[in-house]
Every structure is written in C-alpha cells, then in structure tokens.
C-alpha cells in the first residue's frame, strides 16, 4: 500500500506505530446477492429464521462470559438480542424475500438500508449511532448466513486494531493487552470504542470513514490520536517524526502521573479540588489512578440508553453505592437524568421536536416524569449511606425548577423514612448553571443550594446561541467569548458571595488555556475527564495565583474573543510549551497558531 494518510476522530489521545490487523470488514462487501426462484424463496425464509436464531445463540453465549467489571457492556448485548428477537425485524426481511424474490442476506439488507434510510433522515446524531447497532445485529445474523463466524479471528503479537466497528461484545472477546491502538470506521464521539480505549489508556479513532478502503492487514501505520489520523506507509521521515513524539509523549505521560497524586495547589498555596467527570462504572479505576479527587460529574444518562425498559430502582441503588463506596471518602456527584437533545431513550421514542436542545430535556423531562424521576432520587438517596455522595441537577432554568426538584428529594426522603430505609440527611444539595437565565438569578439559586457546578458545554451554546454539535457553527464556539468569561466570573462570585462552594465541569475545565482564568476566578473545584487530570494538574501546580488575577484583569478587559484568545495563548505559551503539544484545546486553532 502507498503512503495514505485516512482522517477519524480520535477518542482517546496518544501515537502508536505498529502493523494493522483487521478484526472484521465489512461483511457488505462479501455478501452474495441472487434472486431466487419463487419455488426456493420458503427455502431462503427458513435461512433467515435460522440465521436469527444461531446468531442469538451466539449472542447468548458471549453475555454469559462477561465478567463483572464489563457489565454496563451487557445492557448492550442485551439491547442487541432484543433487536434479533425482535419479530417485526425479521419480518421485514422476510417480506423481501417474498417481494423481490430474493435471497436471504440481500433480503436483510434491504430491511436495514429501509430502517437507515428512515431514521437517518432524523438528523440526530444519538439516533444515526444506535442504527449501527441495528447494522451490527443484522451482520451477526448475515455472517452466520454466508456460514462464517462473526466471533474474531485471534489476535496475533501486539497489533493497531482496525474494525468495521467495535462492538461491546467484541471487546469483550479481545485480549486487550495485544492491543497498541484502536482505528474503526464506524462510530462517533460517544460510542463505546472510546470509552474502552480511554480505559485501556491506548490512542484511538473511530469515524475513520475510507479505512477499509485504504488499509490492508499488516500495513505500517502510525496511529496520530493527537490530530485523529492514520498514515498508512509512511516516510522515512514521518517515522522518525512520529517515534521522536512517541518518546516525547511517553516521557510526558511518565512526568505527569508521577505528580499526580499530589494535590492541586498553585506554586503560592492556593488549593483546588480536581475531580472526574465520567458516565460508566469502569472509568472509576482511571480517575483514581489520574489523581482524580472524586467524581465531580456522574452523568447518569447511560444506565437509561441501549435499552428498552427502564432501570429499576434496585439495579440504580446497587450501581450508585457501588460507585459511591469504592469512592468514599471521596465525593461522588451524582447528576439525575440529563436526557433529551441528543441523548434519547428508546423507551420514551424521540420527541416530535423542532429544537430539542430546547425543548423537554433534563430537569424539565424528570419534573415531568415524576415517576421515573422519584426513582432515581430513592436509589440516589439510598446510595448517600454509602458515601460522600452529593446529587446535582441539569438545565436549571429558574427557582420554580430548583423548588419543585428539592419537594421531589424531600417527599423520596419520606417515604425512605416511612420504610426504614437509611439515607444521608444532610446530602448536599447542588445545580448546574448552564443557562443564561441561571447565570443571571444565580443569587436567588444560591440562597436554595449546597453547591453551583458551571456546564461549560451548554453555557457556551445557549448563551452563543450555537448548537454545540452543528460543524456549521462550530467556529463560533467561542469558550472566551467576552459574555462567556464574564458568565462564569459572575457566577462564581455570586456563589462566594452566598457562602456556597462553585465547580466548573465543562470541558473548559480540561483546557489549559483557559484553566488560568478560571484560577483567576477562584473557582472551588474542576471536574475533567479523567485522561486529562494528570496534565491539567501539573499546570495547576505550577500556576502562580497573583499572575491568574492579573491575567483575568486583562481578559476581563478585552472587548474581543480574539483578543482574549491571543492574550492567553501568549501567556501559557511563555509559561508551558513542551505541555501544549499534548493537549487539544476548544480555542480557535488560528489563534492558537498565531
Ligand atoms: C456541560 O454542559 O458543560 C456539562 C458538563 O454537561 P453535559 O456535557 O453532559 O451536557
Ligand atoms: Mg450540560
């Protein structure tokens, strides 16, 4: 193969150079597509009847061999049985078979191109991933179909992993201790490809659209998980390059997680609490293992997606004290439901919405939900005894929201109290501010909460007013934006002010651009992906509170995003160049370059 250079997203950071080894292509591209004599077509429906049934044995079997630790992957396989068992999905195979006379595999290829088709249109990004667990179920019955396995072949010496896609029961079967990198051609930001690789701290990519079509098993390719590419062939030169920043960023690696235990105190003694931001049980060993002071975001979403039926309150009470006993002493955050936008759940269907990111999504859903919300407090409040677990509410838009959440908690008390269930009196009580109209009350909220937890994320969009996953207006997403400093200052402040502790959990919160400001603040806490701790620790050790204020005096001063852009990235430049190179930043790449 020439030198080819294939795009993806990366999903977890890092360089691996290595020869690919591919786990399974794309079954499509082998699928055999004939028309059938109509006398052979009951023929083809009893194929494709077996073919569901054997691909649901081998499901089975793959549930039973998940360990303990993977068992947020089994909610997966389980969704993915539901589809095979599901009858109408095999009916609208058969259906073709019976129309276009055709065979079994193209018959099933048909019913999924017709569910793409529908749902692609929708334009939502969380609907477009889980139609790949559609195509992925419909592969494991089309591979036992044309008599092949869909199990993986062995994993031989240590390899660059390429897939079609990576599914949860695929990763289950991996030795992944062979494994330098990951690269799939399927998949986006959230799919569970990058959470496993995050865990297993190896670079990865997904959403590499044209690897199949460029990459053949045992290619050289160095995988680039700090720009999201692969080079395929590369030069002389590229390896001396890439190997050169291999070093450079193990050697980095090794340097920040020797510090990082230590705690986060500026070079004059100022102390901050460095918490994790996580959504799956499995990266709790990563946060403690970065440094991770606790669990400052608990996005609770998961446990609700990939499934039909909903969580009860038993299978949530034994996750949360789980979660909130290996952490103790350590703080536990747990946010209730922040679902809606781009986050749906099957058991509800996705709302007829014109703007979902403002319509009925998290606070406004739960208080609407009762039910379903009463739920969740009573496994939350029944995990407070296990921990030092705190719960923080989503989206708060005003006081009536925080009232009519804090009468929720308060009747969930009574009934515990009514049966005897032991909980936390005094479980701290928190909101975040991700609104303007919250930025702008945040006085009248501090009087009725134990804590503030600025999302940065959704800060931004609504008060940019971009959608935060449109690439058509994502050069607008402006984290300095002069509205979005002041924002973030007046709330921190306004919190000071009420006595009441303020963290920052947005992704702001991992930039090392911007972390100097937020120091300047004198924000309590920030809570970051549990990767991006141990880096965003060394800067906060070598920080220099005095220069932190000054330098936020003269943000506060700019009149243009630009200008505040160019003002911090000449001053962390001055003070951490070597760092830089490791970190990917939200600020303008233009400003960042010049
Ligand atoms: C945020 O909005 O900044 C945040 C942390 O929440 P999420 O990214 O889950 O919306
Ligand atoms: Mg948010």
Not at 450 to 477: A, C, K, M
Not at 491 to 510: F, K, N, Q, T
């Amino acid at each position: 193969m020439a030198r080819a250079v294939v795009n993806g997203i990366s999903v977890s950071t890092g360089i691996a150079i290595g020869k690919a080894f591919f786990l399974n292509r794309s079954l499509s591209s082998r699928l055999p597509r004939q028309t059938v004599p109509s006398h052979m077509a009951e023929d083809e429906r009893k194929r494709l009847v077996k073919g569901f049934a054997d691909a649901v044995t081998e499901l089975d079997a793959i549930r039973a061999k998940v360990p303990e630790e993977l068992r947020e992957h089994q909610l997966i396989i389980d969704s993915h049985l539901m589809m095979l068992k599901d009858p109408k999905f095999q009916k609208s195979a058969i259906k073709y078979v019976d129309d276009l006379n055709i065979n079994a595999e193209w018959a099933l290829d048909k019913a999924v191109n017709d569910f793409e088709k529908a749902f692609g249109a929708l334009e939502d990004k969380y609907i477009r991933e889980r139609m790949q667990d559609v195509r992925q179920v419909a592969l494991r019955v089309q591979a036992k179909l044309i008599g092949g396995e869909a199990n993986l072949r062995p994993v031989r010496g240590r390899v660059v992993l390429m897939a079609h896609d990576l599914t949860p029961a695929d990763t289950i079967e991996l030795e992944v201790n062979k494994l330098m990198a990951f690269v799939t051609t399927l998949g986006g930001k959230t799919s569970h490809t990058g959470i496993l690789a995050r865990t297993l701290n190896i670079p990865a990519l997904v959403g590499a659209e044209e690897l199949e079509n460029t990459v053949v098993d045992g290619d050289l390719v160095i995988i680039d998980g700090l720009a999201g590419k692969v080079i395929v062939d590369p030069s002389d030169e590229e390896l001396e390059h890439y190997y050169t920043l291999q070093n450079q960023f193990d050697d980095y690696q090794r340097t920040i997680m020797r510090g990082c235990q230590l705690p986060a105190e500026t070079e004059d003694g100022y102390r901050v609490h460095v918490h994790a931001n996580i959504e799956l049980f499995e990266e709790v060993a990563a946060v403690i293992d970065n440094g991770g002071e606790g669990i400052g975001l608990f996005r609770t979403e998961y446990a609700y997606l990939n499934r039909t039926d909903l969580p009860d309150e038993e299978e949530l009470a034994e996750k949360y004290s789980e979660l909130a006993a290996i952490m103790s002493p350590r703080k536990v955050i747990l946010r209730t439901l922040d679902l809606g936008a781009d986050k749906f759940m099957s058991h509800f269907g996705s709302l007829d919405e014109a703007n979902p990111a403002l319509g009925l999504r998290a606070m406004r859903f739960c208080l609407k939900h009762q039910d379903m919300f009463r739920i969740q407090l009573r496994a939350i409040l029944r995990a407070s005894v296990h921990g030092n677990v705190s719960i923080m509410f989503p989206m708060i838009s005003g006081l009536k929201e925080v009232l009519q959440a804090k009468s929720a908690i308060t009747r969930a008390q009574q009934e515990l109290r009514e049966e005897g269930i032991p909980f936390d009196e005094n479980m701290p009580i928190g909101v975040m501010i991700e609104l303007p109209a919250a930025v702008m009350i945040a006085e009248i909220l501090a009087q009725e909460v134990d804590f503030f937890s600025i999302g940065t994320n959704d800060l931004i969009q609504y008060s940019i007013g971009i959608d935060r996953t449109n690439p058509h207006v994502s050069y607008l997403y402006q984290p300095l934006h002069p509205a979005v400093v002041r924002s973030i200052k007046y709330v921190v402040d306004a919190g000071h002010r009420a006595g009441i502790g303020v963290s920052l959990c947005g992704e702001v919160a991992s930039d090392p651009y911007c972390v100097p400001i937020l120091m300047g603040m004198q924000v309590d806490s920030l809570s970051l992906t549990p990767q991006a701790i141990p880096g965003i620790k060394r800067i906060l050790r070598q920080l220099n509170m005095q220069e932190c204020k000054q330098l936020l005096k003269e943000v506060l001063s700019c009149r243009t995003v630009a200008r505040i852009n160019r003002l911090v990235t000449e001053n962390i430049y001055k003070k951490y160049p070597e760092e830089l190179t490791f970190f990917a930043s939200l600020l303008d790449n233009d400003d960042i370059a010049g």
